[in-house]
């Protein structure tokens, strides 16, 4: 048992508790689920209370039921009828509040800051909105090809003035204003210089007039209160820190509470502007009133100073053109666009004429012209100084391939250590991407001279890829191959023997290794490879170490023979006769005479041999070829092997 008073726990069979002696009461057994019945006799109320709510609803809340039952036009009448409810309440709460502030004037505790004083700090208090109207609507501002650049609010004067923040309109070729209650105008003139933040614009005034505030210039002596456009808020009693001029505006540090698009106003005038994320401040104006202005400039020429002429414009006219032009005339306005000097900062550009969405449209363009053969409309439109305006290293990359189509590898390559070195420089981080490109670039170009045997240009492409990759294995069996087909087997197995070779490359090192092998095999022989199976044997020769003349080996022909031209090229003489018909030769065309010449040198595979005759003759179908007959094939003792393509020459 448990003790009620030092709730010590005791034997049952004690009648006082051992501890403080209290007499010990006995537990009745229900008490134990006395809790427990509690819960469920609230849990049972609550349902019955949820049952008795759901019956007697429309007894409990019959203006709910009513009201839900209304018809559209029913129930827009009811809120009309609230709504004037309401509207009555606050013009009675603003006229108390106005001869309040009228009371406070006259005692001289409720004076506006000017922008020549320091007054306190600005009430904040949150108060209804003053008897007059006041009038306002959005600005929408489109550029020359359609596109919305954006909405402002604004407030409207009695006789259709408004101020408007510059950077709102820059690429603003039309603007509308739509006023709250429907009616639209177009904005015509203003008053504006070249630098302010802000300028004052007109629409014609609505036909018959209307009600609402004017414009009048700020006054130090009178109440300033605030009026929020984008709420409902207004503020009374508003004072101001001392500004500097603008123009006809004093722009005032803005207090924490009036961030919002809204008019400074006093009594019935509008004296003063915010503009919300727009422009910081508080925009007082100083101007002549409403009656006396006159404008000095309209929205074509605003758009002319501010936007025509620059990469924004080009921009426009570029995104205008899509699904109108062409891809390959866009991406060439898009790219004009980049040699133009921009006219606005970046936080003054509209969104979609900012330079980023620009450059990822010309990725998106480049890569699409360049799939469908206009490669060089795309290289053709971005010129150097192009591509570094753009700074973008991937749309460089994307173009290389259509540089190399169209203009070749030095150009190509040219274009990464030039361009693309730069942009890397800019951009402080190494790109792999580069690298890899421009190393391929060189593997490839190399490996085409080595196959056309163009041997002094791929030695000065070989020099040129080494000082920037040294110690690339691939350029540097290109450099084994280009040794060996100088016929220098000795250079060739030394470089050969300099590196070691990746998995890849090991079967192109062994192979180049067999042929160095060969060579050193074949030294002191002249070997004439041709494609295995093939009955002409091509071999080129030197002539007098002055004429390289291509031959054809022919052991049927008893002599070596040589075209016109390089018989003229050399200036031969005939060997003897004094004229050229000495030989009568029979061949595919019928008998031709062929007068004797001869040849001081004449050097196969570097093996010179003096003092050849040869007959002077074009063959038919074959213009500048000779044949290299056993005159000179005799000197020799041949091994020919037409299953390998190899024929070979031993010194008798």
Not at 489 to 511: T, V
Not at 601 to 613: D, I, P, Q, Y
Request: charged share 25%.
């Amino acid at each position: 048992m448990i003790c009620v008073r030092c709730n010590t726990s005791n034997d049952s069979a004690r009648r006082h508790c051992e501890k403080c002696g209290a007499p010990l009461q006995l537990q009745r057994r229900g008490d134990r689920f006395r809790s427990r019945q509690i819960a469920v006799a609230g849990i049972l109320f609550l349902l019955w209370a949820a049952a008795f709510m759901t019956v007697f609803r429309e007894a409990i809340f019959p203006q709910a039921i009513a009201e839900r039952q209304l018809s559209p036009a029913e129930r827009q009448a009811r809120e009309d009828e609230l709504a004037a409810k309401r509207e009555a309440m606050r013009v009675q709460l603003a006229e108390m509040l106005k001869q309040k502030a009228k009371r406070d004037a006259n005692a001289g505790e409720n004076h506006a800051a000017s922008a020549q004083e320091a007054p306190p700090a600005p009430s904040a208090s949150t108060k209804a909105k003053s008897v007059a109207t006041l009038n306002a609507g959005w600005v929408t501002i489109a550029d020359p090809w359609g596109h919305l650049v954006t909405r402002v609010r604004s407030a409207v004067t009695v006789g259709g003035w408004l101020a408007l923040p510059a950077r709102a309109l820059v690429a603003g070729y039309r603007w509308t204003l739509v006023r709250d209650d429907g009616r639209q105008a177009e904005i015509v003139a203003g008053r504006w210089d070249e630098g302010q933040d802000v300028g004052l614009w007109r629409t014609p005034p609505p036909a018959g007039g209307g009600d609402g505030l004017s414009l009048a210039a700020f006054r130090g002596d009178v109440p300033l209160g605030w009026m929020s456009l984008e709420s409902e808020r207004e503020v009374t009693g508003v004072r101001l820190e001392p500004g500097q001029r603008q123009g006809d505006f004093v722009v005032c540090a803005i207090p924490k509470g009036l961030k919002e698009v809204g008019v400074f106003v006093q009594g019935k005038a509008i004296v003063g502007f915010t503009f919300g994320t727009w422009r910081e401040g508080a925009y007082l104006w100083t101007g002549p009133a409403e009656a006396e202005l006159t404008t000095d400039t309209d929205p074509h020429d605003f758009y002319g100073r501010t936007f025509a002429g620059g990469r924004e414009e080009k921009i426009g006219l570029a995104l205008s053109m899509r699904g109108k032009s062409p891809d390959a005339e866009v991406f060439a306005v898009l790219a004009e666009a980049f040699s133009l000097p921009p006219k606005l900062s970046p936080a003054d550009t509209p969104g979609y004429l900012r330079s980023e969405g620009a450059v990822a449209l010309l990725r998106k363009l480049c890569g699409k012209l360049i799939r469908g053969g206009q490669g060089p409309q795309v290289v053709a439109a971005l010129s150097d100084q192009v591509l570094l305006e753009i700074g973008d290293i991937s749309l460089l990359l994307d173009m290389i391939p259509a540089i190399t189509a169209s203009q070749g590898f030095e150009a190509a390559t040219k274009k990464i250590e030039t361009v693309g070195r730069e942009l890397v420089e800019r951009g402080g981080v190494d790109v792999p991407a580069v690298n890899e490109l421009h190393l391929r670039l060189y593997r490839e170009w190399l490996q085409s001279l080595l196959t056309v045997k163009s041997l002094d240009e791929a030695a000065d492409v070989l020099d040129r890829g080494k000082a920037f990759y040294p110690n690339d294995p691939y350029l540097h069996l290109m450099a084994v191959e280009l040794a060996l087909l100088n016929n220098n087997w000795r250079e060739a197995g030394r470089l050969l023997a300099m590196m070691s070779y990746p998995p890849e490359l090991q079967d192109r090192a062994e192979l180049l290794a067999r042929k160095i092998a060969e060579m050193k095999g074949d030294a002191g022989r002249i070997v004439i490879r041709f494609p295995p199976g093939s009955s002409l044997i091509p071999v080129s020769a030197a002539l007098n170490q002055a004429v390289n003349q291509k031959f054809m080996v022919d052991t049927g022909a008893s002599m070596v023979s040589i075209p016109s031209a390089t018989a003229e090229a050399l200036n031969l003489k005939v060997v003897r006769g004094d004229h050229w018909d000495q030989h009568q030769v029979s061949t595919a065309g019928g008998v031709v005479a062929a007068p004797e010449v001869l040849i001081d040198t004449l050097e196969v595979e570097g093996w010179v041999e003096h003092n050849v005759r040869a007959l002077v003759m074009d063959i038919p179908d074959q213009p500048g070829v000779g044949l290299l007959g056993l005159n000179y094939l005799g000197r020799f003792k041949m091994d020919l092997n037409t299953g390998e393509g190899k024929l070979t020459l031993r010194p008798k």
